[in-house]
């Protein structure tokens, strides 16, 4: 893992798009962590910085967004700027939260207002849900993982695939049945008793069917009080990360099929 880092200077702090001014100035552990920087391995299509479980920590609030650039111009970057307080627990500069199930980069922590700050770029306002979201919307947050953490849901990386529509909410008892639509593409990943992150939320998937290219999971009463997604409707989009064990066996599959010359399954 030595050959993935090298030193460099650091930048984040230089950056002239951001907005918010911290009140904390970065101390020398915090210089010191971000001289070790990720640079991309070619072996890999995107490299794991930061894994997530998936066990939703707190509901935040988004405080602000706005585009980073002074022309306002939709097509450039945002910043967002959330209130938590849990998550804000040992979190410095640099870290990744998981929003909505999206791995971000704090850019700002203001400790007193109990806010802190990340950068969405036009890629992830493409990929997710996160740009429909305004000023007093829910968020499903959660810290990156540490050696000490508890393993409570599943490997999630952050790294939302795509997007599903809520089509139905069907309430059995005090649990709750979500049936949600997404591409083609993405449900031939997901399988019966598999894995998902629904807007970051780690849960297990019931049915998948495959002519209304929707699947279906239950929510139990526990987990409505603690995360977003309850309290959406009918229609609203949610962001999905399947799991990555599909995806790896999809690719390797793919690669052995050509080898033999048999055909290719679906590029993931």
């Excluded at 798009?17 to 009140?23: A, G, I, K, Q």
């Excluded at 409570?152 to 709750?176: A, C, M, R, Y």
């Amino acid at each position: 893992m030595a050959a993935l880092f090298s030193y460099t200077t650091p930048s984040l702090h230089k950056n002239p798009l951001l907005r918010f001014s911290s009140p904390l100035k970065p101390s020398p552990s915090y210089l010191s962590f971000h001289k070790l920087q990720f640079k991309p391995n070619p072996r890999f299509s995107r490299l794991v910085t930061s894994l997530f479980t998936g066990i939703v920590e707190e509901i935040g609030h988004i405080d602000q967004v706005g585009p980073t650039s002074d022309s306002g111009d939709d097509n450039g970057g945002f910043e967002m700027r959330i209130g938590a307080e849990i998550v804000l627990g040992g979190t410095r500069l640099g870290d990744s939260i998981a929003v909505n199930g999206t791995c971000l980069t704090v850019t700002d922590i203001d400790s007193a207002g109990s806010r802190f700050s990340v950068g969405l770029s036009p890629e992830t306002l493409r990929r997710t849900s996160l740009g429909g979201l305004g000023p007093g919307s829910p968020v499903n947050l959660e810290r990156s993982l540490t050696p000490e953490s508890r393993m409570g849901g599943h490997f999630v990386q952050g790294h939302v695939d795509g997007t599903g529509e809520i089509v139905k909410f069907s309430p059995e008892g005090d649990s709750l049945w979500v049936t949600v639509r997404t591409d083609p593409d993405l449900l031939r990943l997901i399988v019966p008793k598999g894995f998902i992150a629904v807007d970051g939320t780690s849960l297990t998937v019931v049915g998948v069917y495959e002519e209304e290219s929707t699947f279906d999971f239950m929510l139990i009463a526990y987990t409505q009080q603690k995360i977003v997604l309850p309290t959406k409707k009918v229609g609203d989009k949610v962001n999905l990360e399947v799991d990555i064990l599909g995806k790896y066996v999809e690719k390797l599959l793919s690669g052995r099929l050509q080898a033999l010359g048999v055909g290719s399954a679906a590029s993931s």
